[in-house]
């Protein structure tokens, strides 16, 4: 989890250059939904979170 890497919503927020709201909203729909999110969102929590973005989806992937 976004989490275990040791970050904030907040700091996530920065990194992936999202609002704070839009970051909290969105960890709660990949929780359920995650591919009914788009890839472009995720991609910026991805980079903001320092993991590849098939760890973020599956959480099976090493980091990059």
Known sequence: TIA???LTQRELAVR???A??????????LEKRPLAI??????K???GAGVSLQWLIFGDAPSH
């Open 45 to 47: 929590i991805a980079d």
């Open 38 to 43: 788009e890839l472009s969102t995720l991609s």
């Open 4 to 6: 275990a890497k040791g």
């Open 20 to 29: 704070e709201t839009q970051i909290s909203a969105i960890l709660r729909r």
């Open 16 to 18: 992936g250059g999202l």
